[in-house]
């Protein structure tokens, strides 16, 4: 029997921003108060920091919206927003940005254990390894602000140095008189990237900062709920974006531009995976019932970078893909569909994709735990028991194993 729910206005305008197209009250109501494979839709708390409009596909950090942010902000300043609730002043930027500079460099404890790891080990294993590792080697009488800037400042200086020792190089120090995108792509790279280049990497930060309650975030602020540490909790949101349905996809992406190989190819390529009922990564979102601002953004810089011909082959693959992809499945691109060509391009190697995805989403789950931390009750949840009813405990020599039919 449904039961009827009574909320107040203010809560009823916020429903709004969550109801399915032509969906009525009452059944969202109904929706998200009741069990959910994936707890889709079940809103899990309340948190001031990032709203996602799913079905006009619009993304808000602090009230500010992505496409504003990616046009005119930076890494430092949105870094800011996330942490502070609000944009930074230009001293107040200028004081952040120089702090955070501050506190690139990785404790030698950090770089000594990284460069002690396999080469071949997978990236992601390293970085939880390193992150882990920074919360022995970490300045221990730090704030808990403090702590969010120190770990938003090393993660990128942790990735570089897994990749460097992976390939045998020397590890280099982060630049100071660099600003966060400029200094990390310094030091993967070896070089000092070009204006445009940095630009591009800036976006790419900005437009990785934080996306709601999804996984990665989630277990980080389950894990900040127990009172446990910043650095444990961000080493669970690392272990939760490895998976492939959240981080990784837009690697995968990738490997499917070179195997489409070109834009005739597509069609055949996309029919064949979709008549074995298999996914086509880039594609489709728990929240976006439209596109992702992020890859609509991604996709309108990529028209102007893209430059050789291998470039602008992958760009036209991937804009058919779209539109087969919109026209059999209805389904429309993620953040993931033109990523890793961006991340390609601004010399990103394809299995650091995810690493960098760390790197750019540490400052939202940072926010997250800071904000957990701020009115924390454990987060603890019930389950719905499926198992068997009481049964009688029989000793093991007398138990018979029921052979079940196949
Ligand atoms: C993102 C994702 C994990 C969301 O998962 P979800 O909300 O649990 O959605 P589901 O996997 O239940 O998909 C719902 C339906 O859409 C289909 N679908 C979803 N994404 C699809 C895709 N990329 N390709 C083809 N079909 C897809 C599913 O097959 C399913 O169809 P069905 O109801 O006929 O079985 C899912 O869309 C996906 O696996 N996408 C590919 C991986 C990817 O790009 N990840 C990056 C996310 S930012």
Known sequence: MSKVVKVSDDTHSRLQGIAKYGESMDTVIHRLTTQAKGLEDVVAGQSSICFIDGQEGRLLYRGYDIVDLAAHSSYEE????????????????????????????????VISIITTLPRNCDAMDALRVGVAALGIYDDPMLSQQEKAMSIASKVGSIVAAIHRHKHDQDILPPKDDLSFASSFLNMVTGEVPEEREARLMDVLLILHADHELNASTFTARVIASTLSDTYSAVTGAVGALKGPLHGGANEKVVEMTHEIGTPENVETYIDEKLA?????????????KTMDPRAQILKDMAKKFVRTEKEKQAFQILVKVEAIMKKEKNLYPNVDLYSGMALNHVGIPSYLFTPFFAVGRAPGWLAHILEQYSDNRIIRPRAEYVGPAREDYVPAEKRVREVRKP
């Open 78 to 109: 949105t870094t800011f927003l996330l942490l502070n609730g609000h944009l930074p002043t230009g001293p107040e930027l200028r004081s952040f940005s120089s702090e955070l500079a501050a506190r690139r460099t990785i404790p030698k404890g």
């Open 276 to 288: 074995h009922k298999q996914k086509i990564t880039g594609f489709g979102h728990r929240v976006y």
